[in-house]
């Protein structure tokens, strides 16, 4: 049986809570960590703690949940901080910084390794890994109609593809890069958003089939053949067709968004385990774990995967280094205005 135990939520909280009446010194040997669940959580449980808490001496304890469950416990937890380590995608993660719920990264030469895509403003979290948002698109499909593979963000409004392209909602990342990219393709950026929510008004969403959020219902859409070219990210794409069905990845000509996967210790936290294992996570055998198991991008230049490992995820100078990145520090600042003028003018 595995050192390393997740909890339910229930149960990890009351845990936490009773931990006030432990000694000390006791509590070193006990590292707290949030983070995602599913196959990413086998993937830590099973082949990234257990060297790491070997070495340290300490025994880990897991709690898994998407990045918005991480951040409101964090939030929740504020006057009595007791998750160590936090993983989180940018969005959020970004929030979290903006609550004084991170503290700052302790030095340390493995972060001169980092791509400047996992470099993070008031340096309280950094990148551990990257995925790209481009276009999965359906390869048998395209063939038998003779279409070249899509190229550009200006490819969602090709009359084409009506009915057959599937985008998630802006509450999701993808949508959201989805319409900073649109937005860009007509001279706007995430500070000047109005080119963004006209193109998707007028000329991407009457070709869109569904603003799907759901992993399982975006795979299910491509499997049943109603959807041939989506809005996803690269983990995920990689993921598809590893199982054999036909789709690709494609970075898109203007830029494919990086969707950045943070670490950060967390604010009120003393333990310096907690730093040394986001130290150890950005080490190139870890990020090669990262990669080779779960597809994220590596961050630390160091890191060296096989043609065949770099299949289909960001990898390298040329597309680590070139994804676009979003402000989250404005985005986060205006994103519920946003978000009901989706809505209003896009999801009516």
């Known amino acids: 049986m595995s050192k390393t135990t997740r909890l339910a939520p229930t149960a990890f909280l009351a845990l936490m809570l009773s931990a006030s009446a ?29 060297p790491f808490e070997k070495q340290h001496g300490v025994r880990i304890e897991y709690m ?18 007791q998750i160590d380590v936090a993983v989180m995608d940018d969005g ?14 302790a030095p340390a030469p493995i972060y001169d390794d980092r791509y400047d895509t996992a ?9 551990i890994g990257v995925v790209a948002t481009g276009f999965m698109y359906n390869t048998k499909y395209f063939e038998e109609q003779r279409w070249p593979a899509p190229t550009s963000w200006a490819d969602l ?18 949508g959201l890069h989805a319409l900073v990219m649109e937005a860009e393709l007509d001279g706007g950026n995430e500070r000047n958003i109005d080119p963004g929510f ?25 499997q049943s053949g109603q959807a041939v070219l989506g809005v996803w990210g690269s983990a995920r794409i990689n993921s598809l067709a590893n199982t054999g069905f036909p789709v690709r990845m494609v970075y898109p000509k203007e830029g494919a968004v990086a969707l950045g996967i943070l670490a950060c210790p967390v604010a009120g936290k003393s333990q310096p385990e907690a730093q040394a294992l986001i130290q150890y996570m950005l080490t190139p055998d870890v990020q090669k774990i990262l990669a080779t198991v779960y597809g994220y991008g590596p961050v630390n230049k160091n890191t060296v995967l096989t043609p065949e490992e770099a299949d289909g995820i960001p990898y390298g100078p040329d597309q680590v280094g070139k994804l676009r990145v979003i402000d989250w520090d404005y985005v986060n600042s205006i994103r519920e205005t946003w978000d009901k003028r989706w809505t209003r003018e896009v999801e009516r």
């Open 92 to 105: 959020p993660m970004y929030q979290a910084i903006a609550l004084n719920l991170c503290q700052d990264i």
């Open 157 to 174: 409004r090709d009359p084409k593809y009506a009915g057959k392209l599937v985008v998630p909602p802006l509450s999701n990342s993808y």
């Open 119 to 127: 470099k993070v403003s008031g340096n309280k979290a950094t990148g």
């Open 198 to 222: 006209a193109a998707f008004a007028e000329k991407v969403g009457p070709n869109v089939l569904a603003y799907e959020a759901s992993p399982g219902q975006m795979t299910s859409l491509f």
């Open 64 to 81: 898994a949940g998407n990045s918005t469950d991480t951040l409101a416990r964090l939030v929740a937890m504020r006057a009595r901080p």
């Open 22 to 50: 432990v000694p000390a010194d006791a509590q070193q040997k006990t590292l707290y960590v949030a983070g995602y669940g599913g196959s990413y959580e086998q993937m830590m449980r099973e082949k990234v703690f257990p």
